[in-house]
């Protein structure tokens, strides 16, 4: 059974940094590409970063050169690392097996339930 359990959100003053994590159980992580999508208030799910097999990457433009994304197989984890938070990037952030390894597969339906991130003075 695929599991994903996201941590580390919490409330942060824009400027800051927060690390989330993602705790994969159930399926040998090291073969799926992995990302990190956020929801934020009446706004459509996007797509924030991602990392293949590989461990190539992308990014959205809205978070390029102030998150990283980074996988540790062995201890079942992946990482956001979030720096020079905005205000705009408030949102509930979601961690995602997708249905292959490489950077173009798609987004499946195993989903974590969500770590809440708020960035506000």
């Known amino acids: 059974q695929v599991q994903l359990v996201e941590s580390g959100g919490g409330l942060v003053q824009p400027g800051g940094s927060l690390r989330l994590s993602c705790e994969a159980s159930g399926f040998i992580l090291g073969i799926y590409a992995m990302a990190w999508y956020r929801r934020a208030p009446g706004k459509e799910r996007e797509l924030v970063a991602l990392?293949?097999?590989?461990?190539?990457?992308e990014y959205s433009d809205s978070v390029k050169d102030r998150f990283t994304i980074s996988r540790d197989n062995i201890k079942g984890t992946v990482f956001l690392q979030m720096y020079n938070l905005k205000p705009e990037d408030t949102a509930v952030y979601y961690c995602?097996?997708?249905?292959?390894?490489?950077?173009?597969?798609?987004?499946?339906?195993?989903w974590g339930q969500g770590t809440q991130v708020t960035v506000s003075s």
């Open positions: 995602n097996r997708h249905r292959g390894g490489s950077l173009n597969s798609g987004p499946s339906a195993d």
């Open positions: 990392i293949g097999s590989d461990r190539l990457t």
